[in-house]
């Protein structure tokens, strides 16, 4: 078990470094494929009103004219150990881990994020309690009520939920239930209380968001636990289970379930580390200041250096993310575990 975590932790790193070298590519070495000068790229961090002269000066200060190999190197050993930015009037010192130096803000990249990671953290995490338990013990009763009324309904429900768009439910979420309307249970868009300031308010300014991304997430969770918990029921060791008088809660939470839960964890991971590099619809949506729209409004702005920031922390937590749930298996397979 030991040696099986110490291997996923080193692939971890080795996904990160490939990940950066994947960024890296996509921003310096693609627009060089495309015919992109370095002046051309130095327009992306000194903005469009700069003159010629300026792209030029930018250009050679930022090394953009250096072979590609080194500015990989110098790029890798910002986010290990900081850089410093020759901007012109001076030089800025960013910080390790340095994900990059706006000169539109005229502020380091991964300062920005921390501000904006408890908004975003505090959304993922809350949505995903809500989908993954609403999602699973749908499918579970689904299941075992197989062409029910209930089952029915619950697909049913579960299909709107996976096709309707989250700006829609979003904005009609906020139609219904905020805005001062009589069913209005919860804050308007746009605010945000940290858990330890209020922790009661914190709540009320998230629920509305959290049960609109919940009800995307939760439709597909609640179609794959059905169709892995119809497979698993009929499995040789779920009748040897009844048949050794266990009750039919044990065989279907201890047995069933856990069968079944595999390629959940598999989707859970990935979901999860999608949200924690930035829900962008949502937080658009709702106009909370997290990751997402931050990724917007850099986008909006042309600013580089935020949108390869945004980039570069996503990718982060998709692969820890999926470093968990690998540990995960170990948990519930233990299959994994003798392998």
Not at 162 to 172: C, E, R
Not at 197 to 210: D, R
Not at 316 to 331: G, K, S
């Amino acid at each position: 078990m030991v040696t099986y975590i110490i291997r996923r932790l080193i692939w971890g790193v080795v996904m990160l470094a490939i990940v950066s070298m994947i960024t890296f590519a996509i921003f310096f070495l693609v627009p060089r494929l495309a015919g992109a000068t370095s002046e051309s790229l130095a327009t992306r961090y000194v903005g469009r009103t700069a003159t010629a002269e300026q792209v030029k000066i930018a250009a050679e200060r930022l090394g953009f004219n250096d072979p590609l190999i080194v500015q990989y190197g110098r790029f890798a050993k910002g986010i290990v150990a900081g850089a410093e930015y020759n901007y012109g009037p001076g030089v800025e010192h960013c910080p390790a881990p340095c994900l990059g130096y706006s000169f539109i803000t005229d502020q380091p990249v991964w300062p920005d994020l921390t501000l904006r990671l408890p908004v975003t953290i505090s959304l993922a995490l809350g949505a995903a309690v809500l989908w993954l338990i609403a999602g699973v013990a749908t499918g579970v009763v689904s299941a075992l009520r197989r062409g029910s009324v209930f089952d029915r309904a619950a697909m049913g429900i579960a299909l709107a939920g996976v096709s309707l768009p989250i700006f829609f439910t979003g904005i009609v979420s906020l139609v219904l239930f905020s805005y001062g309307r009589p069913l209005a249970i919860t804050a308007p868009g746009g605010s945000f209380t940290p858990f330890f300031v209020n922790p009661a308010q914190w709540a009320y300014s998230l629920i509305l968001p959290w049960v609109t991304l919940a009800f995307l997430y939760a439709a597909g969770y609640a179609r794959l636990t059905r169709s892995g918990m119809l497979e698993t029921m009929n499995e040789d060791y779920i009748r040897t289970a009844r048949a050794k008088g266990l009750t039919e809660r044990v065989v279907v939470f201890k047995h069933g379930l856990r069968g079944a839960l595999t390629p959940i964890l598999t989707i859970f991971g990935l979901d999860l580390g999608l949200l924690m590099g930035g829900a962008v619809l949502t937080e658009s949506t709702f106009s909370l200041p997290g990751i997402g729209k931050y990724a917007i409004d850099a986008i909006t702005n042309q600013d580089l250096p935020k949108v390869m920031g945004v980039v570069l922390v996503a990718a982060f937590f998709v692969v820890l993310a999926n470093l968990v749930v690998d540990l995960l298996y170990a948990v519930v397979d233990p299959r994994v575990r003798l392998s």
